[in-house]
């Protein structure tokens, strides 16, 4: 019987899909985002004014401000979510190595989060390779009392298939194991520091966790090859409890008032550079869907919510919060879809956790494609981990975004690094989000079924299994199912 009605969810989404004539809504946003879009000229204004928006900095509360202003400006109906976080900020490191304690040299590196307040370690090197549990278990207990050396991906030459994880699961493996630091090798060329939380919780972590660049760590690992190699690490950091914000506005709508759509991204950014491409890109194509909503005085029969996280760059804390607060309102119950934008470029398809949704985001897509047939109508379901569309999901939401696009200006090997600035961002590939973006929020809001409901405890399950995220989830102590 639950087959039988998932079938005929499936034949209602197809047959709405043929009903749903979005087209002439479709054209308006287009030609409004492609001849007056703001998102390029306000991203490149908050660069230069704001420089980074790390929450908790007086920048964060800056980048709080200018959003809030921003769509007041435009109209809309905004306020502040206040929340608490235990913020995290980067003081002093001095990082060192050599073959012995008198004979330590100085290496380049950059703290990660959350690294201790104060720490203070000389111990010897144990090459962890890809920093996996496989990893560990061939070391025993060598890693005990010793700084784990990590690569942050998956090095050339590993088993065919194998799965990397992020920095903090990684450093919490590293953690377990006990070692008593972890030096973890980037992946980019010419000594490119990647920065970021090593924490899975978004709370201090017990050890010292820093980045070194790729050829340093590929000429430390050599070295390990011949003989005992000592590391030095004496850092002091920030953390504490400080107000940050999330900004939010709000679309009412018309016939089903209670049933919302949420279109979030983070406003944050870490404090090397400006954090144009993450996330200026995906937040100010969020500030700029919701000027253009305002701009067409477009009505929905859904409540959308337009919302600026921040926190998420140390540990998803801003959309964490909106969860909770969601759930002590009771009225999680009220969200039925949540679109992502982190780091979204020049989208050409739709990306969603729920393969049922397929039938309708292709509808959609192929209106698109009349308009524009650069965009490719591409179709992807599945589910990852690490940015703000996660807590959504493990309450079971229906989540998505853009999909097929591509970063722009090679921008990618400056993720989390002092190169991530403004002269990386393309001006139509943000365009070309924005609009895409505004007609997907403005089809799920509109559609009159959505094929897709809540999942239940079980189905979420066994959704997570299937998209390989228990050992992840396990690492990060939000795995709530028995083994």
Request: proline share 3%; net charge positive.
């Amino acid at each position: 019987m639950k087959n039988f009605f998932l079938l005929a969810l499936v034949s209602m989404g197809l047959s709405v899909s043929a009903q749903d004539n979005f087209g002439s809504v479709f054209n308006q946003i287009n030609t409004e985002v492609q001849a007056n879009s703001k998102a390029y000229s306000t991203l490149k204004n908050a660069s230069e004014t704001i420089g980074h928006r790390l929450t908790g900095s007086i920048n964060g509360a800056k980048a709080e401000e200018y959003a809030y202003n921003l769509l007041k400006s435009y109209g809309c109906e905004v306020k502040y979510q206040p929340f608490e976080v235990e913020s995290w900020d980067r003081k002093t490191l001095a990082v060192k190595v050599g073959g012995s304690t008198n004979d330590l040299a100085p290496m380049k590196a950059v703290t990660l989060a959350h690294s201790p307040v104060s720490a203070k370690v000389t111990a010897a090197i144990i090459d962890a390779g890809n920093g996996l549990e496989t990893d560990y278990q061939s070391l025993g207990d060598k890693v005990k009392g010793k700084i784990a050396l990590i690569y942050l991906g998956v090095l050339p030459g590993s088993p065919q298939g194998t799965r990397s994880l992020h920095r903090s699961e990684k450093t919490a493996i590293a953690t377990k194991y006990g070692a008593i630091g972890v030096m973890i090798i980037n992946t980019v060329k010419d000594g490119v520091l990647l920065t970021g939380t090593a924490s899975v919780t978004g709370k201090l972590i017990p050890i010292p966790a820093v980045c070194i660049g790729l050829e340093n760590g590929m000429a430390l690992k050599e070295k390990l090859k011949a003989g005992n190699q000592i590391a030095s690490i004496e850092m002091t950091n920030f953390s504490g409890l400080i107000k940050a914000r999330n900004v939010i506005a709000t679309f009412k709508g018309t016939a089903f008032p209670k049933e919302k759509i949420v279109v979030g991204g983070h406003l944050d950014s870490w404090d090397l550079a400006t954090g144009a491409i993450d996330n200026g890109i995906g937040s100010f194509a969020i500030l700029d869907m919701a000027r253009t909503f305002k701009k067409l005085n477009l009505t929905t029969k859904r409540t959308l919510e337009f919302v600026l996280f921040m926190g998420e760059e140390q540990g998803l804390l801003g959309s964490k919060a909106y969860v909770a607060k969601a759930k002590k309102d009771k009225t999680i119950d009220q969200i039925v879809y949540m679109l992502n934008y982190d780091m979204t470029n020049d989208p050409k398809g739709f990306s969603t956790t729920r393969k049922e949704m397929e039938p309708l985001l292709k509808g959609w897509g192929a209106e698109i494609v009349k308009i524009d047939t650069g965009y490719k109508n591409l179709f992807q379901a599945g589910a990852g981990l690490h940015s703000d569309h996660q807590p959504f999901m493990l309450e079971g939401i229906t989540t998505g975004g853009g999909a097929g696009g591509r970063l722009p200006n090679n921008s990618g090997p400056y993720y989390h690094s002092d190169g991530d600035s403004f002269k990386l961002v393309d001006e139509q590939g943000l365009k070309n989000t924005v609009r895409f973006s505004a007609m997907q929020a403005y089809a799920l809001a509109n559609t009159p079924i959505i094929p897709v409901t809540k999942q239940n405890e079980v189905d979420l399950e066994a959704f997570l299994r299937a998209q390989n995220l228990k050992e992840p989830l396990k690492i990060a102590g939000e795995w709530r199912w028995k083994d």
